[in-house]
């Protein structure tokens, strides 16, 4: 499974970003796609979870200015963030898991950011 994420740059707060992650190689098996950041001097992050078919989640603190989806036909996971601030400024990866997995099982792995699969990350600066 290779993951290569795209549209990461720089922005101003208040602006918005969409980032894309394109799945490839054997990866139609790899129902459990997930976001994750990570910032200097911090410990990365999970944004935001897809388990395909059945749900995705992002944490309290993100949902009310993030947003995942899911292009099946396209492979590609996408995350669109608005009213970005200066607190989301990092390197943000995507990640797979290679499966079927369960539904749980995709939230779990995403709680611990346990992930078999990652991409390059692309930079996010808010300034």
């Known amino acids: 499974v290779q993951l290569v994420e795209s549209g990461g740059g720089s922005v101003q707060p208040g602006g918005s970003l969409t980032l894309s992650c394109k799945a490839s190689g054997d990866s139609y098996s790899a129902n459990c796609r997930a976001w994750f950041r990570q910032a200097p001097g911090k410990e990365r992050e999970g944004v935001a979870v897809v388990a395909i078919g059945e749900w995705k989640y992002v944490p309290d603190s993100l949902k009310d200015r993030f947003t995942v989806s899911q292009d099946n036909g396209k492979n590609i996971t996408y995350l669109q963030m608005n009213k970005l601030n200066s607190e989301d400024t990092a390197m943000y990866y995507c990640?797979?898991?290679?499966?079927?997995?369960?539904?749980?099982?995709?939230?779990?792995?995403?709680?611990?950011?346990?992930?078999?699969?990652w991409g390059q990350g692309t930079q996010v600066t808010v300034s």
């Open positions: 990640a797979a898991i290679k499966g079927p997995i369960t539904g749980g099982r995709c939230l779990v792995a995403f709680r611990e950011g346990d992930f078999g699969y």
